[in-house]
């Protein structure tokens, strides 16, 4: 159970910071750094950053968001489909 709110904190956070981010784009303010998305997206937030990219339009034109989020995201299902299960 506290698995999946973990995985659903993550989730929300990494979609929330890609809106804030692409807002903040927009006015020309102060920009949430790169290392902080790809962080948020690799602790367990792949479906949110990768589903937030392409909500918002958001980083797909950067070959590193565009193909390592997606990548982030296959890492994080293998591991929560064919390891955690062996833990448990």
Request: charged content about 15%.
């Amino acid at each position: 159970m506290a698995i999946c709110l973990i995985l659903l904190l993550m989730n929300l956070l990494a979609f929330a910071l890609m809106g804030i981010d692409k807002a903040k784009a927009k006015a020309g303010a102060w920009r949430i750094p790169e290392k902080t998305l790809f962080l948020v997206t690799a602790l367990f937030g792949g479906l949110g950053g990768t589903a937030g990219m392409y909500f918002f339009r958001h980083k797909t034109k950067h070959w590193y968001f565009k193909y390592g989020f997606p990548a982030l995201l296959l890492v994080q299902l293998v591991l929560l489909t064919v390891i955690l299960p062996k833990l448990l």
